[in-house]
């Protein structure tokens, strides 16, 4: 591949795209190095343009993008990745940074409220103060809700299970975290079980 590298000033934009859905996930810059990084290793590599440095996508979250193919455009200065990922490519918790806010996408924006306000130390937050009571209360938390959850599935009033499914997943939203796990590890996991 003969990437022109000097037409952006030393960078070219890569587009990443679900190689099994093709959804596209996100748009980054790299460089020839970071070109020469993922080519070697399989593992997408960006070009940080905030903190001038190479950049492997999940480097801090785990949520790595494989690449299956690399195609550049017909001049040679955009290129075109095909990626299995490992986890939500957006760091909003999204499997894609141009996906919509909806469904998956409010959990992880749940989780992320979540961990800000025991990470803050929000004191008048019903979150903090049940994190602050320690492991056992919140998986004890869990535990109840997952009662009230096969209680309510037995009969036939959706909204009232449906509420109780909801404060199940908060709950154990909080366990995870109390527990120094996220969402992101759980959807590793069944990736993981559905090769």
């Known amino acids: 591949m003969n990437l022109n590298f000097k ?20 748009l980054g810059y790299m ?6 990084k993922t080519a070697e290793e399989g ?11 190479l950049w492997t996508k999940g480097e801090t979250s785990g949520n790595q993008l494989t ?21 939500p490519t957006c760091h909003m918790g999204t499997e894609s940074c141009f996906a ?3 469904a998956k996408g409010y959990i992880y924006q749940l989780e992320k409220t979540i961990t800000q306000r025991i990470d803050q130390c929000e004191k008048d937050s019903y979150t903090y103060s049940l994190f602050e009571r320690g492991i056992n209360k919140v998986a004890q938390k869990v535990g ?16 009232l299970f ?10 154990l939203i909080v366990l995870l975290k109390a527990k120094g796990f996220t969402l992101g590890d759980i959807e590793t996991v069944l990736r993981a079980r559905s090769k």
């Open 67 to 87: 690449v299956v193919s690399m195609t550049e455009d017909c001049d040679s200065d955009c290129l075109l990745i095909s990626v299995t990922p490992l986890g």
């Open 144 to 159: 109840e809700e997952a009662v009230e959850v096969v209680i309510e599935a037995k009969d036939n009033n959706d909204e």
């Open 31 to 36: 460089n020839a190095e970071a070109y020469q």
């Open 100 to 102: 919509d806010r909806s």
């Open 162 to 171: 449906l509420n109780e499914v909801a404060d199940l997943t908060y709950h």
């Open 7 to 26: 037409k952006g000033d030393g960078l070219i934009p890569v587009i990443i795209q679900n190689n099994t859905t093709s959804k596209v996930l996100m």
């Open 43 to 53: 593992i997408v590599t960006f070009y940080s343009r905030s903190k001038n440095r």
